[in-house]
């Protein structure tokens, strides 16, 4: 029996053959590529920078360095372990949504036309892309299956080192306001943020995008519980019951949508243990920037902050691992990887921006509305070019997922149109 069952978990962490079945010849990958095994390679390599830094911020502050600190260091160590407390004068008010005198409804209309375009274009294309770079092969002839590129922390390195660029450019471009969080404490977020990203794409190995989709739909379960544990938050009655209705459409689909042809038991074991994984640490990431938004910083001095401790983290612990060569090499001998790769990047970024223009012209309501519908069209896109199979009772878990996400947007909007809430900035967000 125990023979049985470690079988089992060896199958479930290796990795299946691509989306669309095909079984290329090729020697059975070893233990080293056991998704697990990654994973706490990857932490560890984290683990050897994050550990130190946090035993070197807490002596600085027992020995009350702000206060007796000097040197040509003291600056760049102040605003890392003990940051700046902003001045009446330095603070900018966050922009709330704004309607001018002159804008016109059809100047509103066209607005909110490239904004959706916008981020319909660079998710759908990101997810199309997503799904080709960890699922398909690479330079693949009449007489060679080609190769599959395996590394997800080079990818994630790849998205984070552009967003770090952009957000860089969008601040030194922008006036915002004065930093004031130490900048140590993004490095949570950073690392949660990594993790969350590495399993996200690991998961496209063992499950399908459409499966992928619809966990990320019912993340609010999670956001919830991680809210009243992290942040203590309360909720109301129909917070529950479409949080509830989410789980129940999530189950109609994965206990019913038809047999993918790379599927079997224990890769689908493995692909709902990585995206439990996403799910877990994408709740902590959204909390812990909620916590951040204290310093009143912006959205894109918080998009800077996490993506520099990722790129610090993801560079280190594939140095470590001798692995960010081997991902340049395959870059090097696959030039359609690499643009694939530079693609999903700028997509990534640049859809970021999208979000913090469609929240502050329209507001979070409006923005939720267009990505949920974009989620339906990206499982629809998925099914036409990659061949995944869908179920009539799959098809209505699906409506279920997607209509318990617009009645939470219905009912939030009824909730907020009775206040008058300052604006606040949004965290982050992550697809």
């Known amino acids: 029996m125990d023979a049985r069952w470690w079988a089992v978990v060896v199958l479930a962490a290796l990795p299946s053959?691509?989306?669309?079945?095909?079984?290329?010849?090729?020697?059975?990958?070893?233990?080293?590529?056991?998704?697990?095994?990654?994973?706490?390679?990857n932490v560890a390599g984290y683990a050897s920078f994050m550990v130190p830094g946090y035993l070197l911020v807490q002596y600085l502050r027992r020995k009350n360095y702000l206060e007796t600190g000097r040197g040509l260091c003291f600056p760049l160590v102040k605003a890392c372990v003990f940051g700046n407390e902003p001045k009446a004068s330095d603070e900018l008010p966050l922009a709330p949504r704004t309607?001018?005198?002159?804008?016109?409804?059809?100047?509103?209309?066209?607005k909110l036309i490239f904004c959706a375009s916008g981020l319909q274009v660079s998710y759908l294309t990101w997810g199309v892309l997503q799904e080709r770079v960890m699922t398909g092969s690479y330079g693949a002839t009449a007489t060679s299956p080609g190769e599959h590129f395996t590394d997800s922390q080079f990818l994630v390195l790849m998205n984070r080192v552009l967003a770090l660029i952009v957000a860089g450019l969008?601040?030194?471009?922008r006036k915002q306001p004065r930093h004031g969080a130490p900048m140590y404490r993004y490095s949570f977020a950073s690392l949660s943020n990594v993790l969350s990203s590495?399993?996200?794409?690991?998961?496209?190995?063992?499950?399908?995008?459409?499966?992928?989709?619809?966990?990320?739909?019912?993340?609010?379960?999670?956001?919830?519980?991680?809210?009243?544990?992290?942040?203590?938050?309360?909720?109301?009655?129909?917070?529950?019951?479409?949080?509830?209705?989410?789980?129940?459409?999530?189950?109609?689909?994965?206990?019913?949508?038809?047999?993918?042809?790379r599927s079997s038991p224990a890769t689908t074991l493995s692909g709902l243990i990585l995206l439990a994984g996403y799910i877990a640490f994408d709740s902590f990431?959204?909390?812990?920037?909620?916590?951040?938004?204290?310093?009143?910083?912006?959205s894109v001095q918080m998009m800077f902050g996490?993506?520099?401790?990722?790129?610090?983290?993801?560079?280190?612990?594939?140095?470590?691992?001798?692995?960010l060569l081997e991902g340049a090499r395959f870059m090097g001998r696959h030039s359609e990887f690499a643009l694939h790769a530079l693609?999903?990047?700028?997509?990534?970024?640049?859809?970021?921006?999208?979000?913090?223009?469609?929240?502050?012209?329209?507001?979070?309501?409006?923005?939720?509305?267009?990505?949920?519908?974009?989620?339906?069209?990206?499982?629809l896109l998925s099914c036409l070019l990659y061949g995944h199979t869908v179920t009539v009772v799959g098809g209505l878990g699906v409506a279920v997922v997607f209509t318990a996400l617009l009645l939470r947007v219905y009912a939030r909007g009824r909730k907020q149109r009775g206040k008058k809430a300052a604006p606040s900035e949004p965290p982050v967000q992550k697809v």
């Not at 909390?287 to 310093?295: I, K, S």
Request: hydrophobic fraction near 50%.
């Open 99 to 110: 309607e001018t005198a002159d804008s016109s409804p059809s100047w509103q209309v066209l």
């Open 285 to 298: 990431t959204s909390n812990w920037q909620d916590a951040l938004f204290a310093y009143k910083m912006s």
């Open 306 to 323: 996490v993506n520099l401790f990722s790129c610090l983290f993801t560079v280190g612990s594939l140095l470590e691992q001798g692995a």
């Open 170 to 173: 969008y601040c030194v471009l």
């Open 343 to 379: 693609l999903l990047s700028i997509c990534s970024a640049f859809g970021q921006l999208f979000i913090f223009y469609t929240i502050g012209q329209f507001g979070a309501a409006v923005f939720t509305i267009i990505m949920t519908l974009r989620q339906a069209v990206a499982i």
């Open 198 to 261: 590495w399993c996200q794409y690991e998961a496209l190995k063992f499950v399908s995008f459409p499966t992928q989709v619809l966990a990320k739909a019912s993340k609010v379960i999670p956001v919830m519980m991680m809210g009243k544990l992290v942040s203590r938050r309360s909720y109301e009655h129909w917070e529950y019951l479409t949080a509830g209705l989410i789980s129940i459409g999530v189950s109609m689909f994965l206990l019913s949508s038809g047999p993918e042809p």
């Open 17 to 41: 053959s691509g989306a669309s079945g095909e079984s290329p010849e090729a020697p059975p990958p070893s233990w080293t590529q056991l998704w697990f095994f990654r994973f706490f390679l």
